[in-house]
């Protein structure tokens, strides 16, 4: 059964790096991977996705700090997050969708269960 697991989260004070991992099962292949993040109170919004031709998309607010990227390892994604903030704290989940997408949370079919991310200031 095709799935998406997310690790890497925590807890880190602003200014902080975090690197999260998505894995993809291995017997589905999508056309774009991306990472949502929700806030308490918020809804969900896309922060990074990257497709199969290797396109990418960031989220204004976190371009320059966060970059998305296929791991070294075979169906891996990751996200690396540099000079985090505390409006940065969220639940981060990777999704998935079999076609292609714009930057919109709403968008993707796929979901893991999600990582929490908090940042001190």
């Known amino acids: 059964q095709e799935q998406l697991a997310e690790s890497g989260g925590g807890s880190v004070e602003s200014g902080g790096s975090l690197r999260l991992y998505c894995a993809e099962s291995p017997e589905r292949r999508y056309h774009t991977m991306a990472w949502v993040r929700q806030a308490p109170g918020k809804e969900r919004e896309a922060v990074a996705q990257i497709n199969r031709h290797s396109e990418i998309e960031y989220l204004e607010s976190v371009e320059g700090r966060f970059t998305i990227s296929r791991g070294n390892a075979k169906n891996t994604l990751l996200l690396q997050m540099n000079s985090l903030k505390p409006e940065d704290t969220a639940m981060y989940y990777c999704?998935?969708?079999?076609?292609?997408?714009?930057?919109?949370?709403?968008?993707?079919?796929?979901w893991g269960q999600g990582t929490q991310v908090t940042v001190s200031s």
């Open positions: 999704a998935a969708s079999s076609w292609a997408c714009e930057l919109d949370a709403t968008c993707y079919n796929r």
